[in-house]
């Protein structure tokens, strides 16, 4: 344990002194989303005021295009060279915590501060669910400027660092799922259909080759679903590789047919809407790290197209998550799953008779997926999230 013995909330805005949190951003909106939750949290629930340096900060505008309620929580400094971070350091307040994310490497005027103010200093690493991170998570590492590095690795497990979550996450989601006046209104704001045919899924997912061989499954397995896709990658994809027409799904709330599969092209939502997509969803396809969790949260049926790494290291997490997550699953219904969950990221190849047949079994074994999906998710709500575990670490009490 490292205590901050701190007085929390004990200055007179009521707030604390400064955390730093430090983001590049790779995975444009997974890490924007990410870095810019955790802040949140650290000043929602650890009454900390957060300087968050950023080096994309138009990906953040626009993920968080209304930041005026944490104006006072939360500082945005543009990370640039190291110049600029001086400057912007002679106006900070020493942190007493300091968080580099997915090991983005600290500035060195912000390494020579550190020696002086001695904050805890964290790696906050991708969440995985393999087992070696768990041996490791919080973990300290002896720099070489004599401070400690500790290691916190978000994952499922019990021992691991936990997941991003809000206090008040069932409330709301209990709330708009009960009230359809809610759901009817968020729908209108952002110009969502008021229906739908079949299934609805929500696709918010990466560019990639696999796209028209799932839309051929889709058009096969001859059942109604409708695709609210997000974000534009996969419509790119589609119509690069000429499955869509040139002029098909353009504009946001464009429709495209064919036989009984729908394709709806939704605006891009800011973060803090991106859970009543979800809500509103029977399934989704989601990408990246933040809409995983988000997904989890949800407790809904979802595939999750991983965010590719070299040498198919994205691979051995996404099987270390599916491999726990599934372990209680009917096993016509995990075998189904588990081959589209390949065949999707890349893993495997299917022909197109084994994907439909995989498809229509997933299908058939749809209530058990819904209820499995569902008590996965009320586990890990039944744990502390990370916000709790970095509490007890740093010995604060939440808000």
């Given at each position: ?10 200055s ?9 949190v ?17 802040s949140?949290l ?50 900070a ?48 590492s ?5 401070l ?5 690795f ?12 809000e ?12 009230q ?25 997912a ?75 969803a ?16 949800a407790?809904?049926?979802f595939?999750?197209?991983i ?55 997933l ?15 009320e ?5 502390d ?15």
């Amino acid at each position: 344990m490292h205590s901050l013995n701190l007085p929390v909330c004990a200055s007179p805005d009521g707030l604390a002194t400064e955390a730093w949190v430090f983001v590049r951003v790779i995975d444009n909106f997974g890490d924007v989303g990410v870095g810019w939750r955790l802040s949140c949290l650290l000043a929602d629930y650890l009454c900390l005021r957060v300087r968050l340096w950023i080096d994309d900060v138009d990906a953040l505008d626009r993920l968080v295009p209304e930041r005026a309620g944490y104006q006072a929580q939360i500082m945005v400094e543009v990370w640039q060279d190291e110049a600029v971070v001086q400057r912007q350091l002679a106006d900070a307040a020493d942190p007493v915590l300091v968080i580099e994310t997915f090991g983005c490497d600290l500035p060195p005027a912000v390494l020579a501060r550190m020696t002086e103010c001695r904050p805890l200093w964290l790696n906050w690493e991708y969440l995985t669910a393999e087992d070696w991170a768990v041996d490791l998570h919080a973990m300290p590492s002896l720099q070489a400027n004599g401070l400690e590095k500790y290691f916190w690795f978000m994952g499922i497990d019990a021992a691991s660092g936990g997941l991003l979550r809000e206090a008040d996450y069932v409330a709301e989601r209990a709330a708009f799922l009960q009230q359809p006046l809610l759901q009817q209104a968020f729908r209108q704001q952002y110009g969502l259909p008021l229906q739908h045919s079949g299934q609805l899924w929500l696709v918010f997912a990466y560019a990639s080759v696999c796209w028209p061989q799932w839309m051929a499954m889709w058009q096969q397995a001859d059942t109604p679903i409708t695709l609210w896709l997000a974000g534009g990658q996969v419509i790119d994809s589609l119509r690069a590789q000429q499955v869509i027409p040139p002029d098909a799904l353009q504009q946001d709330g464009d429709v495209w047919v064919v036989g009984k599969l729908t394709l709806v092209r939704i605006p891009f939502v800011p973060q803090a809407a991106f859970d009543r997509l979800l809500w509103l969803a029977d399934a989704a396809i989601v990408r990246g790290e933040d809409s995983f969790v988000r997904a989890l949260w949800a407790g809904l049926p979802f595939f999750w197209h991983i965010y590719r790494q070299d040498d198919d290291a994205h691979l051995h997490k996404l099987h270390a998550f599916w491999n726990k997550a599934t372990a209680g699953w009917p096993a016509g219904l995990r075998a189904a799953f588990m081959v589209l969950s390949d065949d999707l990221n890349g893993a495997g190849s299917l022909d197109g008779l084994r994907r439909v047949a995989a498809w229509q079994d997933l299908c058939a074994d749809w209530q058990n997926w819904v209820k499995a999906a569902a008590a996965w998710s009320e586990m890990l709500h039944a744990q502390d999230g990370a916000l709790e575990k970095l509490a007890r670490f740093c010995h604060l009490p939440l808000k």
